[in-house]
């Protein structure tokens, strides 16, 4: 397990609702506090050539956001080429995730960091191995537990998301994980009744509070991102002194 005190695990209500970009902003919040930041996202899967190197546009993301010397590889040991569900993209490559592989490097940065934003793949329970394998039929929510950081949602704000969002946190919660608060994140900006859905969630998710509501934006850099974060409560979930930002 990870301190506690020293991150946050990101999961979401699906893949493509804004993980990274919510985490890389998280992380940048925190590296202007003059801490020793970095997001994390130990698996991805689907890559591509940007500046030169082949690498997933998440990992590319969140090593920009960093505030700490860190490579691709310390971010995301396990990338693989096809954009597809990590078990299967790693047995086309016959490779294997393995679990203490990936505790092992989230530590190692853990140790080094002020703070980390460790980010799942997909929603909460993605396969990750199976029964056949060495580790055992294992997923995302069985490395969630094993870091025992509080949860993060990203809720991505479409058709279906209070289901989505009250299955994910039932999970979390069943885990015996703390779930730390949510962020909703306009996947459909033509969405009706928002306001409804955003108390719906805010009424079904009970304690954990809401920490940004985000609108679709054409870039999504951590800089256009922060202004719709919920500072305060960040600032009191990371105990930091100066966490601040732009009203937008």
Request: aromatic letters at 4%; one cysteine or more.
């Amino acid at each position: 397990m990870i301190d506690a005190s020293k991150g946050i695990f990101v999961t979401g209500t699906d893949t493509e609702i804004g993980k990274t970009r919510v985490s890389a902003a998280i992380v940048a919040l925190l590296g202007k506090c003059g801490l020793r930041a970095a997001g994390l996202k130990p698996i991805a899967a689907g890559t591509e050539l940007i500046d030169g190197e082949c690498i997933n546009e998440d990992v590319y993301a969140l090593r920009a956001a960093a505030s700490m010397p860190i490579n691709a590889a310390e971010i995301c040991p396990y990338q693989f080429a096809a954009a597809c569900a990590p078990h299967v993209a790693a047995a086309l490559e016959g490779r294997r995730i393995e679990r203490a592989g990936v505790l092992a490097a989230v530590a190692a940065v853990a140790q080094r960091a002020d703070r980390v934003v460790v980010e799942g793949v997909g929603g909460f329970r993605v396969p990750l191995g199976d029964a056949a394998g060495p580790d055992g039929a294992w997923d995302s929510a069985d490395l969630a537990v094993e870091l025992g950081l509080p949860v993060l949602l990203v809720v991505g704000l479409r058709l279906g998301c209070i289901n989505h969002a009250l299955l994910s946190a039932e999970a979390i919660r069943a885990r015996g994980l703390h779930l730390c608060g949510w962020v909703a994140n306009t996947v459909d900006p033509d969405m009706p009744w928002v306001a409804e859905n955003l108390d719906a969630l805010a009424h079904g998710l009970g304690s954990a509070p809401c920490l940004g509501l985000i609108p679709r934006l054409p870039a999504p850099t951590p800089e256009a991102i922060a202004p719709y974060l919920n500072v305060p409560a960040l600032h009191t979930l990371f105990k930091t002194q100066d966490l601040t930002t732009e009203t937008p």
